[in-house]
């Protein structure tokens, strides 16, 4: 049976690897890095904050707000103000280019499901052909 924690707890990995043995069964542990920021995709990262960089805080702040004090969370922030989230790194805008370069494995990508004021779609759906042709592309 697989493990696939929600934080980043290697005491735990150590603990199921420990028990697979002891019960003589097989298994496999995934889990996310230490930080795991969520990860937005748009041609242009600054239009795409101005836009929408109050509601990932608002996002940012509600998470923040269920986890007790001591709780581990690959993406808990710290923010109070959308300079503070976008500096703080657990939530980044990248171009396509960006995204599908090296380093970027470990990244969640957000669904970013909400309609702007202008009642645009979330920043995957804006983009175009050409630009989803390029980051496909790369991640081939």
Known sequence: MPFCP???PPELETYYKERL??????????????RTP???????????W?????????EARTYASWQPA??????????TTVEELRA???CRILTPEEGAGPGHDTYVLHPAGR?????RGSLLRNLNASTWT???AQLN
């Open 6 to 8: 929600g934080a980043h």
């Open 21 to 34: 043995t002891e019960y003589g069964s097989e298994g496999w542990t995934r889990m996310p890095a230490p």
């Open 38 to 48: 969520l990860l937005h995709v748009a041609e242009d990262p600054g239009r795409a």
């Open 50 to 58: 101005a836009l929408h960089g109050r509601h990932f805080l608002h």
């Open 70 to 79: 001591g709780t581990r969370s690959a993406v808990r922030s710290a923010a």
């Open 88 to 90: 703080e790194g657990v």
């Open 115 to 119: 309609r702007d004021a202008g009642g």
């Open 134 to 136: 390029r980051l496909l």
